[in-house]
Antibody, heavy 121, light 112 residues
Framework: QVQLVESGGGVVQPGRSLRLSCAAS????????MHWVRQAPGKGLEWVAF????????HYTDSVKGRFTVSRDNSKNMLYLQMNSLRAEDTSVYYC??????????????WGQGTLVTVSS | DIVMTQSPDSLAVSLGERATINCKSS????????????LAWYQQKPGQPPKLLIY???TRESGVPDRFSGSGSGTDFTLTISSLQAEDVAVYYC????????FGQGTKVEIK
């Protein structure tokens, strides 16, 4: 069955960096687009980033452009989110999510359990 | 950017009664050439990730009970729970996937 397991969260000071990972299994990872979605404590869902099945194109929400970089290693079935210049408002649970369809332009049908990132001094 | 707005922010419904959640997009999410609305609904229970319920505005995901239904086109959409069950207590989100992705702010459904 499809499994997505995020890791790498933790407490980090403002201005510092963190890299999140998402280990995928149970489906042909290299055939699907992947997303990062975040949720601040007690708040709603916010889409963060997308990477196509083969690594290009990539898209970001405006608030993280120039600070966050999404990448993937299809040989390892891994998705990453490099987060630089972190701000307090980046504090959230970060979920990785899989495109439902190989062709893209579709919702996400499987999500990980999330990893919490807390940006605080 | 497409902004998604849900109403109401919360609602309380008696067990067995109908719950209706609305979602409005700031621009159309209907891809005319394909005649498809790029609109999905998710359910999120406390401490859990979101679960896909409905896509293409009205297609139920496999395994989703038929008391959940979606309707609408263009910019106005509705999620209906025909007979609310205790396990349906959750926050529900609409999402457009017409242009990148964006979510509504969520609607919390509770038992009256």
């Amino acid at each position: 069955q499809v499994q997505l397991v995020e890791s790498g969260g933790g407490v980090v000071q403002p201005g510092r960096s963190l890299r999140l990972s998402c280990a995928a299994s149970g489906f042909p990872f290299s055939s699907y687009g992947m997303h990062w979605v975040r949720q601040a404590p007690g708040k709603g869902l916010e889409w963060v980033a997308f990477i196509s099945y083969d690594g290009s194109p990539k898209h970001y929400t405006d608030s993280v452009k120039g600070r966050f970089t999404v990448s993937r290693d299809n040989s390892k079935n891994m998705l990453y989110l490099q987060m630089n210049s972190l701000r307090a408002e980046d504090t959230s649970v970060y979920y990785c999510a899989k495109d439902r369809d190989e062709g893209g332009s579709c919702p996400s049908d499987h999500w990980g359990q999330g990893t919490l990132v807390t940006v605080s001094s | 950017d497409i902004v998604m707005t849900q109403s109401p922010d919360s609602l309380a419904v008696s067990l067995g009664e109908r719950a209706t959640i609305n979602c409005k997009s700031s621009q159309t999410v209907l891809y005319s050439s394909k005649n498809k609305n790029y609109l999905a609904w998710y359910q999120q229970k406390p401490g859990q990730p979101p679960k896909l319920l409905i896509y293409w505005a009205s297609t139920r995901e496999s395994g989703v009970p038929d008391r959940f239904s979606g309707s609408g086109s263009g910019t106005d959409f509705t999620l209906t729970i025909s007979s609310l069950q205790a396990e349906d207590v959750a926050v529900y989100y609409c999402q457009q996937y017409y242009s990148l992705r964006s979510f509504g702010q969520g609607t919390k459904v509770e038992i009256k």
